[in-house]
């Protein structure tokens, strides 16, 4: 899930993960979605009708909280986000990207994050140049905490990403 700011540039807000619904914000204000999302791999996507979604609000209590509960972690989501980009380091927030990748994306058979992006990719999500991301990596792979194949990333030192990522 990206937004386009006014200079044109896309910063990513958001990877959705399997089975996530996006864009009930949208519906449940009736206002246009202020996101845009794109596939990087292959998926399958279901369309929720507005009616039964709303249908289903009005008339459904644990429904309702189940869409506000939702709501409120996407929330605190971008929220931490907010935080992120204002008091770590380009490297910190590489490292948790990473981490947070490999964590909810899993990993293949030969150890890579399954989910791949391209470094232009990693530095839209945390708020970067393509060259600084780049050079992050290359620091990390120097360090022994990475290894890339071409796009693929595999996490060999997670301590270290991690204390890296919490500041220590």
Not at 80 to 86: E, L, P, S, T
Request: aromatic share 6%.
């Amino acid at each position: 899930m990206s937004k386009t700011s006014e200079n044109g540039k896309d910063q990513i807000v958001k990877i959705a993960t399997k089975g996530e619904v996006l864009g009930q914000r949208s519906v449940i204000t009736e206002e246009s979605a202020n996101l845009s999302a794109v596939a990087l791999n292959d998926m399958e996507m279901c369309y929720i009708p507005k009616t039964h979604l709303i249908n289903n609000i009005n008339r459904n209590p644990k429904f309702t909280k189940a869409v506000l509960i939702q709501m409120a972690d996407d929330l605190k989501f971008a929220d931490d986000i907010i935080v992120n980009m204002a008091q770590k380091s380009v490297k910190q927030r590489i490292a948790e990207t990473l981490m947070y990748l490999e964590k909810n994306f899993g990993i293949d058979q030969e150890g890579y994050i399954s989910m791949t992006l391209t470094r232009e990719d990693i530095a839209n999500v945390v708020g970067t140049a393509k060259e600084a991301c780049i050079r992050t990596l290359t620091s990390f792979k120097k360090e022994d905490w990475i290894i890339t194949d071409g796009k693929r990333i595999k996490i060999t030192d997670k301590n270290a990403l991690l204390k890296l990522s919490k500041g220590f």
